[in-house]
């Protein structure tokens, strides 16, 4: 097993997270001193670390994600590609690039890596669709699974409720050309261009393609919408550098016949589900087998059991509001804060991370893997919101 670690450089720091045998979470966050420094340089760091430890360990990346400012895609897409082919990756594997906005402006707030440890029984392959590699297919003695990355419409001159129906469509053929179908998807990230204008009709085409897609039926009693199989997703506002309406990283898993892998959804204490509101996803989805348990957390922030926003126009409120939320979820799980292995922190206003920083600072929660972003969330008064993954190794 790779030795957990946080270190701290100059220009960032980085979390190092294994999660049992075979997996790891590597998180590097650009520290706000360095606002005033050269990106390219800071980049070209980031990267070289990431490379020095993938090629130490023999860790291939099969979940990458960049968060920066959409100007920056183009000259990270160039020190990736130089950077990995050093180390004979490819420079077309698979990543997804968010307007994830640094909370000081211009430049890059992270990068996150869920990694793999294969052997020689595993079997692990490039997905493609359309000419371009778009997801990574990993095969072992328990499970299959698949990740797509950036899964969105080429005609951005189609309207966002269009594109949306035919972003869905794809996901969905491409799992089905690999041997899942959206009945296996655990997690889907979800990045929308100008959230606040399209959510309703994101929701409306959502909740229609997972009814054509069997995962919701037709009619559903009221008492038992927490145990409806949805994917954990997150909906976040954030821009691509398609121009797309969105795009959207999905993870499905598919146990093999023989495996002991259990896969459920959690609503926790606090939350119940939100497709009592109109949106058709689980608060989280627990994946466990002998070994370990695995809880994604959806885009969490401060909603009611009755799905109301509440703590409006307070920031303190909605920050302790979203941890007691999260809270209470992984406590059903007899999991913990320290078992936070990445995630993402949404916040809409940039002054609102100071706000942040003193809770973690008063709470002991200060050394969270946590990128933080700012976005708009799926309601105007939403300030913040987090979403993230949880391994606990039995």
């Known amino acids: 097993m790779i030795k957990p670690e946080i270190k701290e450089y100059p220009n960032y720091s980085i979390s190092i997270t294994s999660a049992d045998q075979k997996q790891v979470y590597i998180v590097l966050r650009v520290n706000a001193e360095t606002k005033r420094r050269d990106y390219k340089s800071i980049c070209k760091e980031m990267y070289t670390e990431i490379a020095f430890f993938i090629e130490e360990h023999k860790v291939y990346i099969f979940h990458e994600r960049v968060f920066g400012s959409l100007a920056l895609h183009e000259v990270v897409l160039q020190i990736r590609k130089n950077i990995y082919e050093n180390i004979q990756v490819s420079s077309n594997s698979p990543f997804t690039y968010v307007e994830g906005t640094p909370y000081w402006g211009e430049g890059i707030a ?25 997801g990574i297919f990993l095969k072992n003695k328990d499970y299959q699974s698949l990740m797509l990355h950036s899964i969105h419409v080429k005609d951005n001159r189609l309207d966002s409720y269009s594109q949306t129906m035919l972003m869905f469509d794809r996901a969905k053929r491409i799992l089905e050309e690999n041997g899942f179908s959206f009945t296996d998807v655990v997690r889907t990230w979800i990045y929308l261009a100008d959230i606040l204008a399209q959510y309703d009709d994101f929701n409306r085409v959502r909740n229609y393609k997972f009814k054509e897609f069997g995962l919701i039926q037709s009619e559903i009693e009221t008492g038992i919408l927490e145990q ?163 391994v606990s190794n039995k």
């Open 110 to 134: 992270g990068i996150s890596i869920h990694g793999i440890l294969i052997d020689d029984t595993d079997e692990m392959r490039y997905v493609s669709d359309e000419e371009e590699v778009c």
């Open 228 to 390: 409806i199989y949805l994917p954990a997703s997150t909906g976040i506002g954030c821009n691509n550098p398609f121009l797309a309406s969105g795009v959207m990283d999905v993870y499905a898993i598919k146990p093999s016949s023989d495996s002991n892998v259990i896969i459920r959804n959690e609503t926790g204490k606090k939350q119940k589900s939100a497709y009592r509101y109109g949106s058709a996803f689980s608060r989280s989805m627990v994946v466990e087998n002998e070994k370990r348990k695995a809880v994604y957390l959806s885009g969490t922030a401060s909603i009611n059991e009755k799905g109301e926003s509440i703590f409006i126009g307070d920031i303190c409120g909605q920050i302790d509001e979203t941890y007691k939320v999260i809270r209470d979820l992984i406590q059903n799980e007899d999991v913990t804060f320290d078992e936070l292995c990445e995630g993402t922190l949404f916040i809409k206003k940039a002054d609102y991370i100071h706000q942040h920083e003193k809770y973690v600072n008063e709470t002991g929660l200060s050394q969270l893997p946590l990128i933080p972003i700012i976005a708009d969330i799926c309601r105007d008064d939403l300030l913040f919101e987090i979403d993230a993954a949880f």
